[in-house]
């Protein structure tokens, strides 16, 4: 509905099992994002990228690995998460880095057992 | 660290009536925005307000914002069983490239 679509909907995994998350976007837009919203928290912007490039961290720990090989598609690897980190991952989209208007996609909620 | 916090927390009224949600932030913003999250999905941008506009209309929507006070105000009329949702401020932080956003309002409207 977005344009922006996120896979998969839900994932449950152990806390030593790689996966990734997958963000796609049909909108042309050149800057992508990974927001991560924990239960009664804000959400927390954890990564962004503008034309491919990473141009924000936001002091996210390592065992969360951003990708961006074009500018439709993000990824977010996964690996030796913790109960903690079980959230939903909101991917994002926007024109430009300019901070307006964001498109997202409906979330993927990962279980860390 | 967060920027924007809206007011209240929960909010529940009758279907018909008006529902108004405040936010403040802390910071210089050049915008801040309004967005609307059912249970479980991804948020849906409502409206733009930028820094030099005190006031905007969408729809059933009005949007206020008051930078003397760093604060501004959503006001969603005649509501709806529809209406039902989480909503969000969020501002960028003028010299920074991020959308910070608030806790949210959870807003429940009774049939």
């Known amino acids: 509905e977005t344009g922006v679509t996120q896979t998969p909907r839900h994932l449950v995994m152990g806390m030593t099992n790689k996966k990734s998350l997958k963000c796609e976007q049909h909108l042309g837009h050149n800057a992508m994002y990974w927001y991560k919203q924990s239960a009664k928290k804000p959400l927390e912007l954890m990564f962004v990228?503008?034309?491919?490039?990473?141009?924000e961290n936001n002091s996210v720990p390592s065992r969360f690995s951003p990708e961006c090989p074009n500018s439709s598609h993000l990824f977010l690897h996964l690996h030796t998460l913790q109960p903690e980190d079980s959230a939903l991952y909101l991917c994002?989209?926007?024109?430009?880095?300019?901070?307006?208007?964001?498109?997202f996609g409906s979330g993927t909620q990962l279980s860390v057992l | 660290s967060q920027q924007g916090e809206e007011d209240p927390q929960a909010l529940s009224i009758q279907e018909g009536e008006n529902a108004t949600m405040n936010c403040s932030y802390k910071t210089s913003i050049n915008n801040l925005q309004w967005y609307r999250q059912n249970s479980g999905r991804g948020l849906v941008h409502l409206i733009l307000i930028r820094s030099n506009e005190r006031e905007k209309h969408s729809g059933r929507l009005r949007v206020t914002l008051d930078t003397s006070k760093k604060s501004s105000s959503l006001l969603i009329t005649a509501s709806r069983a529809a209406d039902t949702a989480s909503y969000f401020c969020?501002?960028?932080?003028?010299?920074?490239?991020?959308?910070?956003f608030g806790s949210g309002t959870r807003l429940s409207i009774r049939p």
């Open positions: 994002a989209s926007s024109r430009d880095n300019l901070n307006e208007k964001l498109f």
């Open positions: 990228y503008s034309l491919e490039e990473r141009v």
């Open positions: 969020a501002t960028d932080t003028s010299s920074a490239s991020k959308i910070i």
